[in-house]
């Protein structure tokens, strides 16, 4: 096989090599080239001065004497130097006393020249004799043109480059003989040699080794070649024998089909055996999986119904007088019973998300006050370990979403609750904002973090970053494995990043639509009286809630001012029941107003001095205080916590009510509903006794408990069917079940709706007017 000369390897390693020795070489001759021209330069200048200092004392006593002969011959002296072409002496009135000069020289190189050193430079002397230094003679100008010494300079440097072109050029030549003998002629040989193979008889040829190749790569190489060629011919010679075999195996294979498909008969009949087995043990996991929705929605029961009494109660003890700091904590109370109901749909729920057919809602709902919520719930876990928990919103996010409120609460909860739990020291902060179109949540901590090890384990079910997590701080390791299950059903992404020591940071994107892209967030209305005062901000600028609270604050457009310069406008600080100091400061402001964050829950509730913004921050929170430190009027910003009023019963008078509940506490909770929604209840414990009160009262309207003593609600709602005086009376079903299935059976045993515990006013106000007997009912809308 014949290669062309720019393909053989001497070639290329020849080119290769000589392109770099060039490119090397023309480096160093630029270096050199440079140095020379430094030093032309340098030489230029020395020589011109060497010439004037000759020319100093002779043209000092000429000037002195006023010999103009003498000038002019000391001049055209100057002019025979090859450089100079211009030498005058000037008097002390600029008047010449001589001059001489010659034109310069002209060359096609000349601007070559002119480019480096410049076309002339002058050079001036003044001139003095020795007797008298304090009296000036005038002055020595001597101008010279550099192209003398531009000429010397580029004559070097062509001769640098010429000489090293040739120098690359001879060592091409040599490196190219050298890498043909001693490399690509050996290998053309063995080419050759290996190219003489036939396919026919392949283990017939040996290759030789080139002479003095026989220890270095090339006679390695062909060493090789021939164990393969040997190999070969030990295949060749197995494979005829297996050949002369295979002749033989071909009675016996014919044999061994027939016993096999006897035996594949006899197993058909055994899979068929195996497959009536499988369907039996279907049947009986079918069993197994009704016997377990059964005990899943009798503990949902079980444990729904004290859980809805105490939301109930909170909800009843919210709706009368409070101040402000016991609205609070009741507040949170009931944030955190209502997220430990949801904690248990879930629970309830999980099932549906390992079969895949979990549904997911899709209603408009704020993230900003999702998030907030979150946050407080979790603020007293974080102030008992005396950690900072930061809640960082972007002023600019969307006010309201598309999704699933419910499911995106229980990601927060678990996120934030596993940051808090793993963090000793330090802030745990959630921050939330949109990034490409999406919505994005960063949780991130300053906790003990996680090795590369358990990263890859963290969202695996049941286990943790290593068994010492386990042993010190506990849980079951399920909250990270539902998380990413649900933001993967969201169609989102959850990322973890975590050094060991360094804290952990999740990130979760979710793309949720906004409910009305084309408007921003709902502005907060902010008076010109609150940005014409300003704040004073006493907050320190470690402290991690204050890039939050000042990003709120110039969002609306309030000016932000140091309170240590500026003694004027509303001040805002922080402080602790302890910081005495803090506390003295905000006492003696001179300002209108002070609000005082607490991170720490230890400050009293706001006082005639100071107004109290609990942290993490809340924007509401933050608004309110504002204006009430200001003094301004917040009737849109607060909601009405005065003494509760009845309500009028929407569609006519009141109704009378069976209450059908054996709950004492959820009695005292539903009583007190449909009182403030100004209907008349009584009640029955259990469905015999709401059989025995319907036969002596009329009623409206049956609030009906499903599972209670002595008779459940279902069969009472058949009891009460049977009889014809009954047969129209609305039944609405109030029950703590919520498993799959639930609804259809109170409406199959003759109910006409079904409402969930806990009781919420208005979700009770709807079912009951949807019910209400006369005209005004709607009872085409049953679900």
């Known amino acids: 096989m014949k290669k062309g000369f720019q393909q053989r390897l001497s070639y290329r390693l020849t080119r290769d090599t000589v392109l770099v020795a060039m490119a090397l070489g023309l480096v160093l001759n630029i270096v050199q080239i440079t140095l020379d021209y430094f030093s032309a330069e340098e030489s230029m200048e020395k020589e011109i001065h060497a010439l004037i200092d000759i020319s100093y004392s002779p043209a000092s006593q000429i000037a002195y004497n006023i010999d103009v002969r003498l000038a002019e011959e000391l001049l ?93 050029l001879i060592l091409s030549a040599a490196l190219l003989m050298i890498f043909y003998f001693v490399l690509t002629r050996p290998m053309l040989n063995v080419i050759s040699a290996l190219s003489q193979v036939r396919a026919s008889s392949p283990e017939k040829v040996r290759l ?47 044999q061994e089909v027939e016993d096999r498909t006897r035996e594949i008969s006899e197993k058909n009949e055994a899979l068929q055996r195996g497959n009536r087995a499988l369907v039996k043990a279907k049947e009986d996991a079918v069993r197994r999986a009704r016997a377990r929705a059964n005990f899943l929605a009798s503990m949902s029961h079980e444990i729904r119904t004290p859980l809805n009494g105490v939301l109930g109660m909170l909800g009843l003890a919210l709706e009368g007088e409070l101040d402000p700091a016991q609205r609070n904590r009741l507040e949170i109370a009931l944030n955190a019973g209502e997220s430990l109901l949801g904690l248990l749909n879930d629970i309830l729920d999980i099932s549906k998300v390992e079969a895949g057919k979990l549904s997911l809602e899709n209603i408009p709902f704020s993230v900003r006050h999702l998030v907030e919520e979150c946050a407080t719930l979790h603020a007293q876990q974080a102030r008992r370990k005396k950690i900072q928990l930061v809640s960082d919103i972007d002023p600019n996010l969307p006010e309201h979403f598309l999704g699933d409120p419910t499911r995106l609460r229980q990601v927060l909860n678990n996120l934030m609750s596993n940051a808090i739990k793993f963090t000793d ?34 969202f695996s079910p049941f286990s943790q970053a290593d068994a010492d997590t386990t042993r010190l701080y506990g849980g079951t390791g399920l909250g990270l494995t539902l998380c990413r299950q649900l933001v993967e059903r969201m169609h989102g992404q959850i990322l973890v990043d975590s050094k060991e020591g360094a804290g952990t940071h999740f990130t979760v994107t979710l793309p949720l639509p906004v409910q009305d892209p084309e408007t921003g967030p709902a502005p907060l209305p902010i008076d010109p009286a609150l940005q014409a ?42 402080a602790t029941a302890q910081d005495t100091e803090a506390l003295a400061f905000a006492e003696s402001w001179p300002g209108p107003g002070v609000i005082l964050a607490d991170d720490s829950g230890t400050l009293s509730p706001a006082s005639h001095r100071y107004q109290l913004l609990s942290l993490p921050l809340r924007r509401e929170d933050l608004y309110r205080c504002l204006n009430r430190a200001a003094g301004l009027a917040q009737t849109n910003v607060e909601n009405s916590t005065g003494t509760p009023v009845l309500e009028t019963p929407d569609g006519g008078g009141a109704l009378s009510i069976l209450l059908v509940e054996d709950n004492q506490v959820n009695q005292m909770v539903a009583s007190s509903l449909l009182k403030k929604l100004g209907h008349e209840t009584d009640h029955a414990e259990n469905g015999l006794k709401a059989i025995e009160a319907l036969a ?29 005086e009954w047969k129209d009376l609305p039944i609405i079903a109030v029950t703590a079940n919520v498993m799959q299935g639930d609804r259809e059976d109170c409406l199959a045993s003759g109910m006409n709706d079904y409402i969930t515990k806990p009781y919420r006013r208005e979700e009770l106000r709807e079912a009951i007017n949807r019910w209400r007997p006369g005209p005004q009912s709607s009872h085409s809308d049953t679900p």
């Open 533 to 574: 005062l300003g704040i004073a901000m006493a907050i320190p600028p470690d402290n991690p809630h204050r890039p939050a609270i000042e990003a709120l604050l110039r969002h609306w457009g309030l000016p932000i001012r140091g309170a240590s310069r500026h003694q004027d406008g509303l001040l805002l600080a922080t």
């Open 696 to 724: 002596t009262k009329h009623y409206d309207l049956v609030l009906m408990d499903c599972q209670m003593p002595v008779m459940d609600g279902y069969e009472a709602t058949r009891r009460i069917r049977e009889n014809p």
């Open 208 to 254: 030789p080794i080139p002479a003095n190749h026989r220890h270095d790569e090339i006679g390695t190489m062909v060493s090789i070649i021939n164990q393969h060629l040997e190999t070969i011919d030990s295949s060749l010679a197995q494979l005829r024998t297996a050949e002369s075999a295979m002749k033989n195996y071909s009675t016996q294979l014919e």
């Open 425 to 458: 020291e330090g802030s745990v902060k959630i921050r939330v904002g949109r990034s490409g179109g999406s919505l994005r949540i960063d949780v991130v901590d300053t906790g003990i973090g996680m090795s590369r090890e358990g990263l890859h384990r963290i």
């Open 76 to 168: 055209d002296g100057l002019l025979r130097h090859p450089a100079t072409i211009d030498a005058r002496i000037i008097d002390n009135d600029g008047g010449t006393m001589a001059a001489s000069s010659k034109s310069s020289p002209a060359s096609s190189y000349r601007w070559v020249s002119d480019l480096l050193f410049g076309s002339d430079r002058v050079f001036r002397q003044e001139l003095q004799v020795p007797q008298l230094e304090d009296l000036p003679l005038g002055h020595l100008i001597v101008t010279i043109d550099t192209y003398h010494y531009g000429a010397q300079f580029l004559q070097r440097a062509g001769y640098t480059l010429i000489s090293g072109l040739l120098k690359s």
